[in-house]
């Protein structure tokens, strides 16, 4: 059974930060591309940040310098380190894992930023 699970949501200031962090089990998880997706309320879900099998990262634009994802395949683990957080991150934070055989969600973790 693959599980995806996210944790290290809340509720912080404006220009705090956070890191979320995405374990998953019942994939292998070192050849699976890993990403962070993000949906506000009211909004669709858009891509944040990814990261190959390699350790090769890609931002979007609109995240960089302030968003960082990285993985520990020791630990099965994605995470998304976000600094300087504005009110308009607020929203729920997804994890993907990305195979050419699949791709898995976890359940997401709320990321409230108040102003």
């Known amino acids: 059974q693959v599980r995806l699970v996210e944790s290290g949501g809340g509720l912080v200031q404006a220009g705090g930060s956070l890191k979320l962090s995405c374990v998953a089990s019942?994939?292998?998880?070192?050849?699976?591309?890993m990403s962070w997706y993000r949906q506000p309320p009211g909004k669709q879900r858009e891509l944040v940040a990814r990261?190959?099998?390699?350790?090769?990262?890609s931002v979007v634009d609109s995240f960089k310098g302030r968003f960082t994802i990285s993985r520990d395949n020791a630990k099965n683990t994605v995470y998304l380190s976000m600094n300087n957080l504005k009110p308009e991150d607020t929203a729920v934070y997804y994890c993907?894992?990305?195979?050419?055989?699949?791709?898995?969600w976890g359940q997401g973790t709320q990321v409230t930023v108040s102003s």
């Open positions: 993907n894992s990305y195979i050419h055989t699949g791709e898995f």
């Open positions: 019942g994939i292998n998880f070192a050849i699976n591309r």
């Open positions: 990261i190959s099998t390699g350790g090769s990262t």
